[in-house]
């Protein structure tokens, strides 16, 4: 499967160990990770070769011929928002993880859409095994 992951960018980077270890975990279940891009420190670097129409563009791309979106939402970003609801918008399941006890949108967590679900973990295991039952019911 294709499976675009989500997580800030421009928004902070304080979850970017999490996001390294839920794509490599993703990519050992031997599925793709269409924005590997997300877990490399020097992103914002490199993206500044590209337009934003040009990144919107390829990330539109992404959405639309990926199999489902997985999001990890702990830190706030508009980015991540909004591909959460273009995945909805392209009937996509999206599943929003965020570490427990954090203060989470309520736009995110009062969310009924179908094909949303939304799980906080307390530690690996938790959102290894949400990420396992999405690709395991896609």
């Known amino acids: 499967m294709n499976i675009y992951f989500a997580g800030s960018i421009s928004g902070g980077r304080a979850f970017l160990r999490t996001y390294v270890d839920m794509v490599n975990y993703i990519k050992s279940t031997n599925h793709h990770v269409l924005t590997e891009h997300i877990i490399d420190p020097g992103v914002l670097d490199k993206e500044v070769a590209h337009t934003p ?7 539109m791309e992404w959405l639309k011929s990926c199999h489902c979106l997985v999001a990890e939402v702990s830190n706030p970003s508009l980015g991540v928002g909004y591909e959460i609801c273009s995945a909805l918008d392209h009937q996509k399941p999206v599943l929003c993880l965020y ?17 949303l679900t939304v799980i906080a973990y307390e530690n690996d295991l938790d959102w290894q095994n949400a990420i396992q039952t999405l690709i395991e019911n896609r």
Request: glycine share 12%.
């Open 53 to 59: 129409k040009q990144i919107y563009e390829r990330d």
């Open 99 to 115: 570490k427990k006890g954090i203060f989470l949108s309520r736009m995110i967590l009062g969310n009924t859409r179908p094909g």
